[in-house]
């Protein structure tokens, strides 16, 4: 399994990114996929997740509202449009993959994901 982000910068308060997350080597038409952030000195934090299959779609809290999650089949690609992107957003986003879809059903936690990419580093000033 391999999970491939792109999309990070730097970007002034208020702008936009969108990251994506290139999958390849297992079936992710019916799996979690999620994105999570994490700065030096915390956790790492789940932002929005994904069922592949549909549905179960979640936010936290802080990005409710200003980030978008999606998602191509056809090219195994997951998708982080933020927008009105705040100081606090700023961190390492990395996309993971439970392979399995249960992680939808279960409370949000990198435990739930065995699967992830490298990471992408995201700059608001």
């Known amino acids: 399994v391999q999970l491939v982000e792109s999309g990070g910068g730097s970007v002034q308060a208020g702008g936009s990114l969108r990251l994506s997350c290139a999958a390849s080597g297992a079936d992710f038409s019916r799996v979690s996929m999620g994105w999570f952030r994490q700065v030096p000195g915390k956790a790492r934090e789940g932002v929005p997740r994904?069922?592949?299959?549909?549905?179960?779609?979640y936010y936290a809290g802080s990005v409710a509202g200003r980030f978008s999650i999606s998602q191509d089949n056809v090219k195994n690609t997951m998708y982080l449009q933020m927008n009105n992107l705040k100081p606090e957003d700023a961190g390492l986003y990395y996309c993971a993959t439970d392979l399995t879809g249960g992680a939808c059903y279960a409370p949000f936690t990198t435990s739930g994901f065995p699967y992830w990419g490298q990471g992408t580093q995201v700059t608001v000033s």
């Open positions: 994904i069922h592949t299959g549909g549905g179960r779609l």
